[in-house]
């Protein structure tokens, strides 16, 4: 299914509770002063707990601890945007060019005051900022001061995955598939999260894979190794159901590239993901990376 972003009946719905982001992995949740006690987040198997206790900012605390950057990656027309020095779980946040407008995936963890002007700029002359969308929790950041901010007409997540968006308001539901934009479709891998999904850019030959996959890097940012993972803090690996549903979605699609929350590797390509998925279903679960030379 394809979505039309023309309207935003939603717009001026948002909460207007204030927001508070843990200090640990850096989910914001909207939230009565004087804030929350717990982290969802972190709370769950899929993270890991602080170890001296729950701390929480505001936004305005969060904008004085750190500074914002973007820069261009080595996919032409993917723009990355993030923060200094590391907050939370430190993701970053695409902004994909595409004929119909701007369209971001995942999100960096807050955006200064510099970093909405530069996304305003690009959205001035690329058509717009027409669609937000992340592929699970772990990649959402700051997505509620986009929304809030920049008033995209279409906020999406897989609809499976609505608990954990207390922050905004998700505009779409995703389902198995949908088209948000000419060449951009989400996929729903599930596994990692029920409502996991991935964003694969069929022109540029990218995959924004979340957390479904989870890339090793040498020193000199060289993929070495690929695992897939449950959990990866914990180190739970994937069911053997998971992975044939991850195996019949991602096999699928054509990519040389992919991008997780946080960096944009080439060189990971379908192939390396296949012969991984079929290498963890020939044997007991494993979350262990694998090299790329046995791939």
Not at 200 to 213: E, K
Request: proline share 8%.
């Amino acid at each position: 299914m394809s979505l039309d972003p023309n309207t935003n009946p939603y717009r001026g719905l948002l909460p207007d509770l204030p927001a508070y982001a843990c200090t640990n992995c850096g989910h914001w949740q909207r939230w009565p002063a004087p804030g929350p006690l717990t982290c969802p987040v972190c709370a769950d198997v899929r993270n890991a707990l602080p170890e001296h206790g729950f701390e929480f900012v505001t936004d305005k605390q969060a904008d004085e601890l750190v500074t914002g950057f973007w820069r261009p990656t080595a996919v032409d027309g993917v723009t990355e945007f993030g923060t200094e020095p590391r907050f939370g779980l430190d993701s970053s946040g695409w902004v994909i060019e595409t004929d119909s407008g701007l369209v971001g995936f995942e999100c960096a963890p807050w955006y200064t005051a510099d970093m909405l002007a530069e996304l305003r700029r690009m959205a001035a002359g690329k058509g717009g900022f027409g669609v937000l969308a992340a592929s699970h929790v772990h990649g959402y950041g700051a997505l509620w001061q986009l929304q809030q901010e920049l008033e995209p007409r279409v906020v999406c997540v897989g609809v499976e995955d609505l608990e954990w968006t207390k922050a905004f308001r998700v505009t779409w539901p995703a389902d198995d598939v949908l088209v948000l934009a000419p060449d951009l479709t989400l996929h729903r891998t599930g596994g990692h999260f029920p409502g996991h999904s991935v964003l694969h850019d069929s022109r540029r030959g990218v995959l924004f894979c979340g957390d479904s996959l989870k890339v090793d890097l040498d020193p000199d940012g060289t993929p070495v190794a690929l695992s897939a993972h449950k959990a990866f803090h914990a180190q739970i690996p994937l069911s053997h159901g998971e992975l044939r549903q991850y195996l019949a979605v991602v096999g699928a699609l054509d990519f040389g590239t992919v991008a997780t929350p946080f960096e944009i590797v080439p060189g990971i390509t379908t192939d390396h993901v296949v012969h991984l998925v079929r290498r963890l279903l020939a044997g007991p679960p494993d979350a262990a990376p694998v090299p790329l030379e046995e791939l």
